[in-house]
């Protein structure tokens, strides 16, 4: 029975293996028929700028998708939190108020927008957890689940199998997969 139940999960484990490898193929297939051109772009500007002297590893890839949702979180941490004009951590209307009185129309909307977005139980009041939580939105914005998929999926085109990607690689494994014209 213990065999038989070894037996079972590994052959889920081969099919779930297979299912992502499927999926990640056909991202990377979707992704260069849309615009061969920007993606190929985009990865070797990810090799270029992130890959080591062997080339672009899972790890690289990982660090480019956390540093632009950094970036972006911390945008949007620092947008909000300039609001907090006393100091404790909290932001109220009557802040936001002070704050839109100094800004633009423009600014007034925008202000608006972002402490709207950010006021999860619409109380009229950003506590510090709401202030995270816009910050972890903003940052999931800032390069999409489906980007980073794509870009994980990009390891697909790794043609020698050493777990880094070379330019070469990103080059002949996207003309691999271009439609036949
Ligand atoms: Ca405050
Ligand atoms: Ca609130």
């Given at each position: 029975?213990?065999?038989?139940?070894?037996?079972?999960?590994?052959?889920?484990?081969?099919?779930?293996?297979?299912?992502?490898?499927?999926?990640?193929?056909?991202?990377?297939?979707?992704?260069?028929?849309?615009?061969?051109?920007?993606?190929?772009?985009?990865?070797?500007?990810?090799?270029?700028?992130?890959?080591?002297?062997?080339?672009?590893?899972?790890?690289?890839?990982?660090?480019?998708?956390?540093?632009?949702?950094?970036?972006?979180?911390?945008?949007?941490?620092?947008?909000?939190?300039?609001?907090?004009?006393?100091?404790d951590g909290s932001v109220t209307?009557?802040?936001?108020?002070?704050?839109?009185?100094?800004?633009?129309?423009?600014?007034?909307?925008?202000?608006?927008?972002?402490?709207?977005?950010a006021d999860a139980d619409g109380?009229?009041?950003?506590?510090?957890?709401?202030?995270?939580?816009?910050?972890?939105?903003?940052?999931?914005?800032?390069?999409?689940?489906?980007?980073?998929?794509?870009?994980?999926?990009?390891?697909?085109?790794?043609?020698?199998?050493?777990?880094?990607?070379?330019?070469?690689?990103?080059?002949?494994?996207?003309?691999?997969?271009?439609?036949?014209?």
């Open positions: 029975m213990v065999r038989f139940m070894a037996v079972l999960a590994l052959f889920a484990l081969f099919a779930a293996n297979g299912a992502m490898a499927q999926g990640a193929a056909d991202l990377l297939a979707e992704a260069a028929e849309r615009n061969p051109g920007r993606l190929e772009a985009r990865l070797l500007d990810l090799v270029a700028g992130f890959g080591g002297s062997e080339g672009l590893t899972g790890q690289g890839i990982e660090e480019h998708i956390a540093l632009e949702r950094s970036g972006a979180r911390a945008s949007a941490l620092r947008r909000l939190l300039a609001l907090d004009l006393d100091a209307r009557a802040e936001l108020l002070v704050t839109q009185r100094a800004a633009s129309a423009t600014g007034r909307g925008r202000l608006e927008r972002h402490f709207a977005a109380d009229d009041r950003l506590t510090p957890d709401e202030i995270a939580a816009a910050g972890l939105a903003a940052g999931l914005t800032g390069l999409r689940e489906a980007e980073a998929a794509l870009l994980r999926a990009a390891l697909r085109l790794d043609g020698n199998g050493d777990g880094a990607l070379t330019a070469e690689e990103v080059r002949t494994g996207l003309a691999r997969l271009a439609p036949e014209v």
